[in-house]
């Protein structure tokens, strides 16, 4: 069995090889993560193209590195701290996670995506006990109020306080 191959898909590998060569791997240590500034002069267009593909096929270790030194040069750009968030996330990070959605929400990114992440990362990190994981998710249900992941969300939250608060009895053995 021949497997046909796509000369378009070939070329678009192929430039993207190049963007990476490009954009080489300059750059100090942080803590252990290679992080490195574009120069001002660098296409900094290459670099969000590498982030993309990194974030896209789920390498958030890459995209984080990526976001990071993008982050450097444009740190106004909520994009870069939404997605580095959602890679943060991915990593079990959670308080780094936070403050990029933070950062993205204070920004004007997407404020229900930023507020349910937020509402599950404070969940994650204080179960129902904390305000700002139900104060998050109830301006989701405000933002939109049909949204099925918000409801789901909502009765879980609810059916694990109720686990919390009230337990139910074990049933006693008898002898």
């Known amino acids: 069995m021949m497997t046909r191959i796509n000369s378009g898909r070939v070329g678009f590998y192929l430039i993207i ?49 990526v976001y990071s030194r993008l982050i450097n040069f444009d740190s106004v750009n909520k994009l870069y701290h939404y997605r580095r968030g959602v890679s943060y996330n991915a990593l079990d990070s959670t308080n780094l996670a936070i403050d990029d959605f ?50 789901k969300w909502l009765e879980y939250m609810d059916k694990s306080d109720a686990e919390i608060y009230h337990p139910k009895k074990k049933p006693s053995k008898v002898s």
Not at 36 to 61: I, W
Not at 106 to 111: A, L, N, P, V
Not at 117 to 142: F, P, Q, T, V, W
């Open 102 to 151: 933070e950062s993205a929400l204070k920004m004007g990114y997407d404020e229900f995506k930023c507020r349910f992440a937020l509402g599950m990362l404070y969940y994650k990190l204080h179960s129902n006990k904390d305000s700002l994981a139900r104060a998050n998710i109830n301006r989701c249900l405000e933002l939109q109020p049909s949204s099925q992941k918000v409801l």
């Open 17 to 65: 090889a190049l963007i990476f060569v490009q954009c080489g791997k300059r750059g100090e240590v942080n803590n252990g993560t290679e992080i490195s500034t574009p120069q001002p002069n660098e296409d900094t267009a290459a670099l969000t193209l590498e982030g993309e593909l990194y974030y896209k096929g789920k390498n958030y270790v890459e995209a984080v590195k």
